[in-house]
């Protein structure tokens, strides 16, 4: 499977970059909320949704799928993610998004949390 649209890595976590030596798991859970942030506060500045209209992070996670592509078939699928794949931190942060708060001073502390483990 390709993903086709998904979360990036916003971090990066090659064996030469800052993030080598980080949880693997909890950089994927940074990518996925960063990725899903991202797709909603596209909604809010350029469609004119508003942060409350989501209700909460995994209401974020609910409307927004990543799109596979498989390599032998062509075939497309697509998958939400869930609460283990944006973990606690992840999720507290999508919330005070929908509550309009900034959450860059969150994701800051969150990606240095993961710079110095």
Do not use: C
């Amino acid at each position: 499977m390709i993903i086709q649209d998904g979360p990036r890595g916003y971090l990066n976590d090659n064996a030469d970059g800052p993030f080598a030596f980080a949880n693997a798991s909890a950089v994927q859970q940074f990518n996925n909320t960063r990725w899903l942030y991202e797709y909603a506060l596209d909604a809010v500045e350029e469609h004119g949704d508003s942060w409350s209209e989501f209700g909460s992070g995994l209401k974020i996670a609910s409307i927004y799928a990543i799109i596979a592509v498989d390599e032998e078939t062509g075939e497309t699928s697509e998958f939400h993610l869930d609460a283990d794949d944006l973990g606690e931190k992840g999720i507290a942060i999508l919330d005070a998004a929908t509550r309009g708060e900034d959450v860059e001073p969150a994701f800051n502390a969150w990606m240095d949390e993961l710079y110095g483990s």
